[in-house]
């Protein structure tokens, strides 16, 4: 008996306690949320030849253009309505392509791929969010391949970047479109950097590397501007 009287007595203690705070089991079941920010990419440029494009003297040279996408998500779950605890993950692609001109420059088919993630702690005030985020696992992936106008391969690599550490901040604000969706503008300083580094070039493979650690560590980093669609579930 004596038992049950002093677990009462605590839940009556931590029910005052809720009362007298504003507390409540309803607040701390949170709310879940996707926070989508999306970049389109298009470069178009002639500078293999200058390095601001171009050139004085024959051949001429042709230009490389590409698409891409920079795609960077935060799922939280938020708790006491302003504390949102969750993970991010971070898509990038682009690709560059360019035809090869008789006697001049070789063609040109790059791409460049991205991945991280890592956990997320963040602040919410309506649609007011800012968001921390450690990188704690990624790569970047760059192939490279290059054919002449003889149809000789000059050039073709395949360099991966394994993520050491990194951080991210994203600033934004979004406005309903409906009851569940909101969008709005964002800012996000992204900062990693790249511990070791695998080659294999099929041109010259006495240039081959494999989880090579850097002596100096490659950093990336960089403020965009992106669009943000804010998913409340």
């Given at each position: 008996?004596?038992?049950?009287q002093?677990?009462?007595?605590?839940?009556s203690?931590?029910?005052a306690?809720t009362?007298g705070?504003?507390?409540?089991?309803s607040?701390l079941?949170?709310?879940?949320?996707?926070?989508?920010r999306?970049?389109?990419?298009?470069s178009?440029?002639?500078?293999?030849?200058?390095s601001?494009?171009g050139?004085f003297?024959?051949?001429a040279?042709?230009?490389?253009s590409?698409f891409?996408?920079?795609?960077?998500s935060?799922?939280s779950?938020?708790l006491?309505?302003?504390?949102?605890?969750?993970v991010?993950?971070?898509l990038?692609?682009?690709?560059?392509?360019?035809?090869?001109?008789?006697?001049?420059?070789?063609?040109?088919?790059?791409?460049?791929s991205?991945f991280?993630w890592?956990?997320?702690?963040?602040?919410?005030?309506?649609?007011?969010?800012?968001?921390?985020t450690?990188?704690?696992?990624?790569?970047?992936?760059i192939?490279d391949?290059?054919v002449?106008?003889t149809?000789?391969?000059t050039y073709d690599t395949?360099t991966e970047?394994?993520?050491?550490?990194?951080?991210?901040?994203a600033?934004?604000?979004?406005?309903h479109l409906?009851?569940?969706?909101?969008?709005?503008?964002?800012?996000?300083?992204?900062e990693?950097n790249?511990?070791?580094?695998?080659?294999?070039d099929?041109?010259?493979?006495?240039n081959?590397?494999?989880n090579?650690?850097?002596?100096t560590?490659?950093?990336?980093?960089g403020?965009?501007?992106?669009c943000?669609?804010?998913f409340?579930?």
């Open positions: 008996m004596k038992t049950v002093i677990r009462y007595g605590w839940l203690l931590v029910l306690l009362a705070t504003g507390w409540s089991y607040t079941a949170g709310e879940l949320g996707l926070d989508l999306l970049l389109p990419i298009y178009k440029t002639n500078n293999s030849v200058l601001d494009g050139t003297t024959a051949p040279v042709n230009p490389e590409g891409g996408y920079d795609v960077r935060t799922l779950y938020t006491w309505h302003h504390l949102a605890l969750g991010s993950a971070n990038y692609g682009t690709s560059q392509k360019r035809d090869a001109v008789a006697g001049g420059v070789e063609s040109l088919d790059q791409s460049t991205r991280e890592g956990p997320s702690i963040g602040y919410t005030s309506g649609g007011f969010h800012l968001v921390f450690a990188l704690l696992s990624g790569n970047k992936v192939k391949k290059r002449d106008s149809g000789a391969v395949r970047k394994t993520l050491g550490f990194g951080y991210q901040i600033v934004e604000y979004g406005v409906s009851n569940k969706l909101r969008l709005g503008p964002a800012l996000i300083y992204r990693v790249y511990k070791s580094m695998t080659l294999v099929n041109v010259t493979p006495a081959n590397r494999t090579s650690p850097y002596l560590k490659a950093v990336e980093g403020l965009t501007p992106m943000v669609l804010m409340d579930f």
